[in-house]
């Protein structure tokens, strides 16, 4: 998971520029998101935000993603329903990239690809659609677990 955003600003400048009130928790769950080096799903977020403020409730965590959802700050995920209806979030980057799901070991690997950009320019431009988000998402067994079954037969 990629930490550059497209500006140097941190998510909390984002939010409070946006005139909204930053609380000390809210400050807590922003820091989380913007820091994760993998894809977080709201119980873990919860989770690891009351290791930090034990006081910070289900509610809280999830008005909070709301709110950075609509600021269109962060991207909401299915990753292939992988465990059922999670979802999973993550800070947009400005390089969108694939997600490869295994459905053996749950592993989800990012891909960058100047194809995948080359496609976005393609569709505006023959569909002369204004994309604003992408999202594509591969599934089948990582190179680990691909690597693993043949050693088993
Ligand atoms: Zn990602
Ligand atoms: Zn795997």
Request: charged share 30%; hydrophobic share 35%; glycine share 6%.
């Amino acid at each position: 998971m990629s930490t550059a955003t497209p500006t140097s600003r941190s998510l909390a400048d984002a939010f409070t520029a946006k005139g909204l009130r930053l609380t000390a928790q809210r400050r807590v769950l922003l820091e989380i998101i913007e820091s994760a080096t993998s894809h977080l799903d709201a119980a873990g977020l919860l989770q690891l935000a009351r290791d930090r403020d034990a006081r910070i409730n289900r509610a809280t965590v999830y008005r909070t993603l709301e709110i950075l959802k609509k600021l269109g700050l962060i991207d909401e995920l299915d990753l292939m329903h992988l465990n059922g209806e999670k979802h999973y979030y993550e800070i947009r980057t400005g390089r969108d990239h694939i997600h490869l799901a295994c459905f053996e070991c749950g592993r989800i690997e990012e891909y960058e690809s100047p194809v995948f950009d080359q496609l976005k320019q393609e569709i505006a431009q023959k569909q002369g659609f204004s994309i604003g988000v992408v999202r594509m998402e591969v599934g089948g067994r990582c190179s680990i677990c691909v690597r693993a079954n043949s050693r088993e037969q």
